[in-house]
């Protein structure tokens, strides 16, 4: 299985984490998905995560993706499902988080004058909420057991300080603290994100 990834994409750091998390074997691959032309004949939405597979099929989305390892792994409890439907809502409020910090991020890109002020406000305030409703979990998350929702939730973080997007410890004290060790986790550590390389390739040939 080849996971094509990118350098600092949170939904791929989040399918490229799970795997190590479970040991589930993949050949990642970061490319640069800005310039992959070639994606389009893979994954008719050109994202990154998307998982392919020998057989020339594909899987795209860090949930289906993650969710397919996880079949890979019963027993391992990485992402209940059956009576946890809190931890999957944890853990689409993470990928919210992580949304919104994408969007955040792209906009900066834009000329100055075109960006909207309007757009920041919003989405700040929409953080802000998330991160608010996440501390009030503190008590599920700031666990040392790797389970889909933690791991979302330290990536969202990880991603936000990474694009300096919002300054978020004062709103979440019990989840900053737990970051701290939860950074050391070998599967984040494993899937730093990095700047964009001018080697980070746009082509890949299908094996
Ligand atoms: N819902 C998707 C979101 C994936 C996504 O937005 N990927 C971004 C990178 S962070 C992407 O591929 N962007 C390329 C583009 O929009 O051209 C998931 O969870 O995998």
């Known amino acids: 299985m080849i996971l094509l990834n990118g350098p600092n994409t949170p939904f791929g ?14 050949d990642n691959r970061v490319i640069n998905v800005f310039e992959a032309e070639f994606l389009d004949d893979i994954n008719p939405l050109r994202q990154i995560p998307t ?3 020998d057989d020339g099929t594909m899987m795209c989305d860090s949930r289906v993706i993650c969710g397919y390892f996880s ?74 057991t790797a389970r889909v929702d933690r791991l979302a939730v330290a990536i ?18 019990k989840l900053a603290k737990w970051l701290e060790q939860e950074t050391e986790r070998p599967s984040l550590r494993r899937s730093r994100p990095r700047e964009r390389l001018p080697s980070d390739p746009a082509t890949f040939n299908r094996p």
């Open 13 to 26: 750091r989040m399918a490229l984490a799970t795997a190590l998390e479970l040991d589930v074997s993949v």
């Open 51 to 53: 998982l392919l597979f």
């Open 71 to 144: 079949s890979l792994r019963p027993g391992r409890g990485l992402n209940p499902v059956d009576d946890r439907w809190e931890v999957q809502t944890r853990w689409c409020l993470a990928l919210g988080l992580m949304e919104v910090a994408v969007s955040r991020t792209m906009e900066r890109l834009r000329p100055i004058e075109q960006q909207s002020e309007s757009f920041f406000a919003k989405s700040e305030r929409r953080m802000r909420n998330v991160i608010a409703k996440l501390e009030s979990n503190s008590s599920e998350i700031c666990v040392p």
């Open 156 to 173: 969202a973080f990880e991603y936000i300080d990474f694009r300096a997007s919002l300054e978020w410890r004062d709103d979440a004290p």
